[in-house]
């Protein structure tokens, strides 16, 4: 059985995940700029599905840090948004796909924290693509 998640299982779970992050309060406003939200989600999923090794045509790659720079993520924020990815994978996933896609969310958000928020306290200014 491999650990690796679908490219299906990595929709359901981007839906099930978004569908949570839109109404908490204090992460939903971080999404309210943006007008095509199922392009966003399309994006993501793409994003996932490529860091876990699959592939897809026309995929262009996505300058993470550069879009999450300007937004004025918090260290909260990221606990939060940790916690429902978390609490996504668990509901969505059998427990040895959720662990593999857990783990890079965590390398994920430890280069957002050195590099987005750790540099917004420094008051360092990033320029987004």
Known sequence: MSNIPSYEEV?????????KVLHHPQ???FFEHIDDFAEH??????????????KL?????SDMIGK???LGIKQEDLEIWLALFSE?????LAENKALFWMDKV???????KQIVIDNQVAGLQVQGK
């Open 11 to 19: 929709e359901n779970v981007i839906h099930a995940f978004y569908a």
């Open 27 to 29: 992460l939903g406003p």
């Open 41 to 54: 989600e399309a994006r993501v999923v793409g994003f996932w599905w490529v860091s876990m090794g699959g």
């Open 57 to 61: 045509e026309n995929y262009s790659g």
């Open 68 to 70: 999450h720079f300007p």
């Open 88 to 92: 996504t994978l668990e509901q969505q």
């Open 106 to 112: 965590m390398k994920i958000a430890a280069r957002l």
